[in-house]
C-alpha cells in the first residue's frame, strides 16, 4: 500500500493522550504517516519513516478533520429577508421553517442535491470531513423520502426530521401530523437513515408526541436524536435522557436537574452558538455542562433560517467568547465530541488506526482558531487520506 507523511508538523493535536500532552493529545514538531486511508504511524518529525509520497507543513498546525454532528442540508431557497427582519427586533419562532417547507418541495431532486453539494464543498473547504445532515423540509412522506435518498447519496450520516415541525396542511393538528409520520414515513425512510430526531419544542412537538416518534423510529433500527430546550425550558433533555440518545441538540435553556440527568448519562450535549448568533437568544451555558462532566459537541446547525453557516471556525471562536469555553475545549467538541454525538470511534481523533481525516491551518497553533476569528485558517483539508483542499 501506498505511504503518506505528513512532516514538520509544528503542533499536532491527536485527541489521544497516550500520544501526546493533555486531552488533545498535543505533540509538537511532529510527523504522522497515512496508509490505505489511515493513520498508520504517529512521532516526531525528525524520525519519520520514508513514505512513498507527502508534505512538509513547514511549522503548521495539524488536526482532526471536524465532525459536523448537526446539519440541515436538504432544503431550497433561503430566508435572508427573515434574517433581517429579526435583526430589527422581531423574535424568531418555529413558523419560519414553513417557508423552507414550500421552497423545498417545489424544487426538483436535482436542485436539492445541488444546494446540498454547494454547502458539502463549503463545510470541507472549512474543515469538516464528516457531516450529518437531517431530513425535515419535505414533511410529506413523499417529500421526506427523497430529502433522505438526496442526503444517502453524499454522507452516512443521515438523520429523518420528518417531526420538524406540523407542516401548515396539519396547522392545530399536531397528534394527526404525528400519526402519519408514524404510519407512513418511518418505515420507508428508515433503509436510507440511522438516526431517527424530533423537535421537542413549544410551537412543534410536546414529549409525549416527540417519545411516540423516536420509539416508533427506534423499532425501525433507527438511533433517536432530539432537538431540546433551545426556545426556553422543556422537556427534551429528559426525554434524551430517557430514551439513551445519541445527542440532544441546541441545549440553550438548562434546569440543574437537566445537567445532572446529562452528566449521569451516554447522551452527549450538542451545543450549536450559530443559532444564537443569528437569533439573538442566550448562548447556552457550556461552563455549567462541562464542569458538571458532560460530554459536549459543537456544531454549525447549517439550515436557511436560523444559522446559514457550515463554518465550524467560526462557531469555535462564538465558544470561546461567548460560551466560556477554553481554546482545547472548543476544538475537542468539533472533533471528538462530534464524533461522540454520531457514536463514531474511527474518526475525530488521530490515533493509530483512525481514518486519515486531518486539517493543516495557516498558523501555528490550533489557538489561532479562537485567537484569529473570521480568518480563512484552514489550509488543507485530508479525507481519508487523500488531499482534498489545497494543493
Known amino acids: 500500500m501506498a505511504t503518506y507523511a505528513v512532516t514538520d508538523i509544528g503542533t499536532l493535536v491527536t485527541n489521544d493522550p497516550a500520544l501526546g500532552d493533555g486531552p ?3 505533540r509538537r514538531d511532529a510527523a504522522m504517516v497515512f496508509e490505505d486511508g489511515r493513520v498508520a504511524w504517529v512521532g516526531d518529525s525528525r524520525d519519520a519513516p520514508a513514505a512513498d509520497s507527502g508534505r512538509s507543513l513547514h511549522g503548521r498546525a495539524l488536526l482532526p478533520g471536524f465532525v459536523e454532528s448537526h446539519s440541515h442540508l436538504v432544503f431550497a431557497g433561503d430566508r435572508a429577508e427573515e434574517f433581517a427582519a429579526r435583526m430589527t427586533g422581531k423574535p424568531y419562532t418555529a413558523g419560519g421553517i414553513r417557508t423552507t417547507i414550500a421552497a423545498t418541495r417545489a424544487a426538483s431532486d436535482e436542485q436539492l442535491e445541488a444546494n446540498m453539494r454547494r454547502l458539502l464543498a463549503e463545510a470541507r473547504r ?9 431530513s425535515g423540509y419535505g414533511q410529506t412522506a413523499h417529500d421526506e423520502l427523497r430529502s433522505v435518498r438526496v442526503a444517502e447519496r453524499m ?5 429523518l426530521l420528518a417531526a420538524h415541525v406540523p407542516p401548515p396542511e396539519y396547522a392545530g393538528r399536531a397528534d394527526d401530523y404525528v400519526a402519519m409520520v408514524i404510519a407512513d414515513m418511518i418505515e420507508p425512510c428508515a ?4 438516526w431517527i430526531d424530533v423537535f421537542c419544542e413549544r410551537g412543534a412537538f410536546d414529549a409525549d408526541q416527540s417519545r411516540a416518534v423516536l420509539k416508533a423510529g427506534v423499532a425501525q433500527g433507527l438511533v433517536p436524536r432530539v432537538h431540546g430546550n433551545q426556545l426556553g425550558p422543556g422537556p427534551g433533555v429528559r426525554l434524551a435522557v430517557d430514551l439513551e440518545a445519541a445527542s440532544v441538540d441546541h441545549v440553550t435553556y438548562t434546569t440543574p436537574a437537566d445537567i445532572d440527568a446529562l452528566a449521569g448519562s451516554s447522551t452527549v450535549a450538542t451545543l450549536l452558538p450559530g443559532a444564537e448568533f443569528s437569533t439573538r437568544h442566550p448562548y447556552p451555558d457550556a461552563r455549567a455542562l462541562i464542569d458538571a462532566g458532560v460530554t459536549v459537541a459543537l456544531g454549525a446547525d447549517c439550515n436557511p433560517g436560523t444559522s446559514y453557516t457550515t463554518s465550524l471556525p467560526f462557531c469555535i471562536a462564538l465558544a470561546v467568547r461567548e460560551m466560556r469555553m477554553t481554546p482545547e475545549e472548543a476544538v475537542w467538541a468539533v472533533t471528538a465530541g462530534g464524533a461522540k454525538a ?9 490515533g493509530l488506526g483512525a481514518r486519515a481525516d486531518a486539517i493543516a491551518l495557516d498558523a501555528p497553533s490550533y489557538l489561532h482558531l479562537a485567537y484569529r476569528p473570521g480568518v480563512p485558517l484552514i489550509r488543507e483539508v485530508w479525507k481519508d487520506g487523500v488531499l482534498s483542499v489545497g494543493s
Request: net charge neutral.
Open 155 to 159: 454522507t452516512d450520516e443521515v438523520t
Open 342 to 350: 454520531l457514536r463514531r470511534t474511527d474518526i475525530g481523533h488521530l
Open 126 to 134: 472549512s474543515g469538516s470531513t464528516t457531516v450529518e445532515c437531517k
Open 24 to 26: 488533545l493529545g498535543v
Open 191 to 194: 433503509a436510507h437513515a440511522k
